[in-house]
């Protein structure tokens, strides 16, 4: 039974009261970007379902200049502390319909979130602003009074006053402009945009300015548009392509039209996350929207199709179908990870998606092995903890124990489970568990039976996840599970529900694990044995001995890539977490001289950057001359000059081993190759091929001297797309010299640098192998400065390479440090990160001494 609060001292601190709800927004702004400040009123009809004479919604940052309930003036006051608007009347306001209309102004902040102003400069130098907004978690209440929760779903009528050759974009279409007056006797447009479908606050949006749009794709009757500042349309062809071609694909998928008019995607100047999924207005950074094919990486180019594909996934997984609460966010941004890749994978399948996404995977393990991991799901209660959600573990695992469930199932199961789910739940919000129940629902009518709830709260309610050691017993393969964990005492008495994959002697077969050991009948206890066979469960696998002896070559080479990925992955791992050694691991992987898959040189490269680490400077070239000996065959295999039977794949590994042989090879010819290379490429040789030119830009950083620097930060200031810019902008932070590394951070805060990127400069700087702890000393003294400065979200981006300060004495201080200076919207992660850095000062003390006398 809903109660209607009496009193201020009625109300949760965090949850608004459910006696007065919202069903209609019509949001009125008049935004002056030269004094970057915004008017507005917003009338808010709702349904009143116990009489009150209180009602309480969300403001935050906004002056109220006028309340009326259902036509009479109110009372109303600010609670500075819970971000509310509290109005008083002092009649009761009764059952039914009741309308709200409320005045406010506000400052566009420079804090990249609410309703802000963001800025670019023309090609003559000179300053635009543009008005954007950025509502999740908790900041549409800096853009108008709102009941500001994810359950009160309702429709916005959104109408914005601009200059009259400014765009203006929100979530619906442009249905209306007019001239009108201002108060200053200047002429304005007046743009009115049709009603939403129901949706969340935090979906809100609207951006104003000097802004240009492509011509509008039609796919298949929806409108497609991508908007950027004037001068980049000619980095906007890949963007819409991936853009058309992904939606109807998701189209096809989930078997429901996209759910509203239009989409339009906007490369924004200033953008504090990556992108963000608002219904019909979706917003990005320019390097993760416009690109140039032709001088960009794979990489580059990917991140774009995934990001723009992540988006549109959301457009029914979220903002269709959207959580109850902030807890339930995991599934969302885990299942839009999840469709990105396989988006991506439909998209270019000669890119290899599903394999690339091992390295995401990967990521998520390195968390995931702490003892300060949490659970996916978790109770989440206050904007900090919401803010807390947007980790490694909500997407990368997320998406990595959804893609187990599909394999497990099998892709056609868990997509119609996937689509009774949507069909069911559209327009409304849901718990984590309405999904596990839908698709067993479906399981079931397609005549199986399986534990899909059972199953997966076995991952989501508990932190961690198993290392499964197999072992040969006469005719049994035996599997038992526990817990991994750097760190041995992590190892608690868990157990999952775990899809486990063999291949015996080609085979595939499928298992459940449901409890500690498994035992698996062998028609021959002699064969290899592949342990998570295509390699997507979501655990490391410890093989015995015997076991371990059987993947012979032969037997490696036949595997698959994730297979073989994820061999090499886990060896590392084991060097990190105490069960092998680092000559032990160095040994495993120059066995892979012969391997061509860049996947598994990624992995091959990880650990090699690592040992790095963990070796004194005396005993440095030592390691060169091993990893020379490792990667000169296939430098040598591959060439140096890309072929034309070359795929996108193939150049990136060139790349890659180019930067490993150079850098960590410490091959002399290698580096002057690099630096004929990087000339050619910045004198606009179209000979050199993209990938090229970013390994030798790489080099040049690592390698270069003071006059390098000097020329990449120009070219910094005169790069022609978002992904050169940023290339240029983080080589500063990998030259190996005390005072350019000084020096870049300063530039980071000199004003040159945007304060979406700044923060990413610096942790760059503190990975910086030789000079990192010089990073951390200017962070440290600029903390205050960076956390006015810097979008929330990225502080603990800006200190998470803490991680790779591999001493005591840097341990000792940054826990000294952060005693001191709490990130409260990034707790828990500033815990995993404080203790992977204890982590990895274990490993290089285990290590230092016995791995230098090994080599």
């Known amino acids: 039974m809903t109660l209607a609060p009496e009193s201020r001292s009625d109300l949760d601190p965090f949850r608004l009261p459910r006696h007065v709800l919202p069903r209609r927004y019509e949001v009125h702004l008049e935004p002056d970007l030269g004094a970057a400040t915004f008017s507005g009123r917003v009338l808010i009809e709702t349904t009143v379902t116990v009489a009150t004479r209180l009602i309480a919604l ?135 945009f049709a009603d939403t479908m129901p949706m969340s606050t935090y979906l809100v949006a609207f951006v104003v300015g000097p802004l240009e749009a492509t011509p509008t794709v039609d796919v298949d009757g929806v409108p497609l548009r991508l908007v950027h500042v004037p001068g980049k349309s000619h980095l906007t062809a890949f963007g819409l392509d991936v853009g058309a071609k992904s939606l109807r694909w998701f189209v096809e998928y989930y078997g429901i039209p996209y759910p509203d008019a239009k989409i339009d995607m906007i490369a924004l100047p200033d953008f504090a996350a990556g992108a963000m999924e608002n219904v019909g207005c979706i917003t990005y950074r320019e390097s993760l929207l416009l690109v140039d094919p032709a001088t960009s990486t794979q990489s580059e180019q990917q991140l774009v199709a995934d990001v723009v594909s992540h988006e549109l996934a959301h457009m029914w997984f979220g903002d269709l179908v959207t959580m109850k609460w902030w807890n339930g966010i995991w599934l969302n941004e885990a299942f839009a990870t999840f469709m990105e890749v396989a988006a991506c994978a439909a998209y270019r399948p000669d890119w290899d998606r599903w394999t690339t996404f091992s390295l995401d995977r990967t990521a998520a393990f390195d968390t995931d092995s702490l003892a300060n991991t949490r659970p996916i799901e978790f109770e989440v209660r206050s904007p900090d903890d919401c ?286 190759r690099c630096r004929s290379i990087f000339q050619r490429s910045i004198d606009k040789d179209d000979d050199v091929h993209p990938e090229l030119a970013a390994a030798a830009t790489s080099v040049l950083a690592a390698t270069g001297d003071s006059n390098d620097y000097r020329r990449l930060r120009d070219l910094f200031r ?53 000079h990192g702890s010089i990073a951390w000393s200017f962070v440290r003294e600029n903390w205050e400065h960076a956390n006015i400065t810097f979008p929330v979200n990225t502080i603990i981006r800006m200190v998470q390479p803490l991680t790779t300060l591999n001493t005591a004495a840097l341990g000792a201080d940054a826990r000294s440090f952060f005693a001191e200076h709490a990130i409260p919207q990034s707790a828990k992660t500033l815990e995993q990160v404080l203790e992977r850095q204890q982590v990895n000062i274990a490993l290089r003390e285990r290590e230092e001494v016995r791995f230098a006398a090994a080599l």
Not at 139 to 159: G, L, T
Not at 743 to 756: N, Y
Request: aromatic share 8%; with cysteine.
């Open 58 to 192: 969300n403001a935050k940052e906004l002056d109220i200049t006028s309340v009326f309930v259902d036509g009479a003036p109110a009372v109303h006051a600010l609670d500075i502390e819970n971000e509310r608007l509290i109005i008083g009347t002092t009649e009761d306001v009764a059952v039914g319909t009741s309308m709200l209309d409320i005045s406010f102004t506000g400052t566009l902040n420079d804090k990249l979130r609410g309703f802000y102003r963001s800025t670019y400069r023309d090609d003559a130098g000179v300053e635009h602003v543009v008005a954007a907004s950025q509502m999740q978690s908790t900041d549409c209440r800096r853009a108008f009074p709102c009941f500001d929760e994810p359950d009160f779903k309702a429709v916005f009528a959104v109408s914005i006053v601009c200059e009259p050759d400014h765009l203006a974009i929100s979530n619906g279409p442009e249905i209306e402009r007019t001239n009108i007056e201002s108060a200053n006797g200047r002429i304005m447009n007046l743009v009115r």
């Open 718 to 770: 005169t790069a022609r797309t978002p992904q050169e810019q940023l290339r240029y902008l983080y080589a500063l932070a990998d030259f190996d010299d005390a005072t350019l590394v000084a020096e870049t951070c300063r530039f980071a805060l000199s004003g040159e640098v945007k304060s979406q990127n700044a923060p990413f400069v610096l942790a760059r700087a503190m990975q910086n192998r030789i």
């Open 387 to 672: 803010e807390g959600m947007f980790d490694v573990l909500t997407y990368e695992k997320g998406g990595s124990i959804l893609r187990m469930l599909e394999q497990y199932l099998g892709a056609d199961r868990f997509r119609d489970g996937i689509r009774h789910y949507l069909r069911t739940h559209s327009y409304a919000n849901t718990e984590t568990s309405d999904l596990w129940d839908a698709i067993e629902t479906t399981v079931e009518a397609d005549g199986g039976r399986e534990p899909v709830r059972a199953l997966m709260d076995s991952w989501i309610w508990q932190p961690g996840y198993p290392l499964i050691a197999a072992r040969i017993d006469g005719h049994d393969l035996v599997l038992r599970q526990q817990r991994f964990g750097f760190d041995p005492a992590v190892a608690a008495n868990q157990t999952w529900l775990v899809p486990v994959h063999l291949r015996v002697n080609g085979k595939i077969s499928k298992h459940l694990m449901t409890t500690e050991e498994l035992r698996v009948r062998l028609d021959d206890p002699t064969a290899a044995i592949v342990v998570n066979a295509e390699g997507h469960g979501f655990y490391r696998v410890d093989y015995s001995p015997e076991l371990l002896g059987r993947l012979s070559h032969e037997v490696v080479a036949e595997m698959t890539t994730v297979e073989r990925y994820n061999l090499v992955d886990d060896a590392w791992n084991a060097v990190v977490a105490g069960r092998l050694t680092a000559s032990g691991y160095l040994e495993f992987i120059s066995d892979f001289t012969d391997e061509r898959e860049l996947a598994v040189w990624q992995a091959i490269a990880i650990g090699l950057r690592g040992l790095v680490r963990i070796l004194p400077e005396s005993h440095q070239p030592r390691l060169r001359d091993r990893v020379r000996a490792i990667v000169t065959d296939a430098v040598r295999d591959i060439g140096w000059e890309p072929k034309p039977t070359d795929d996108d794949l193939r150049s990136k590994l060139r790349g890659l081993l180019v930067t490993l042989l150079a850098v960590n090879g410490g091959d002399e010819d290698a580096r002057e």
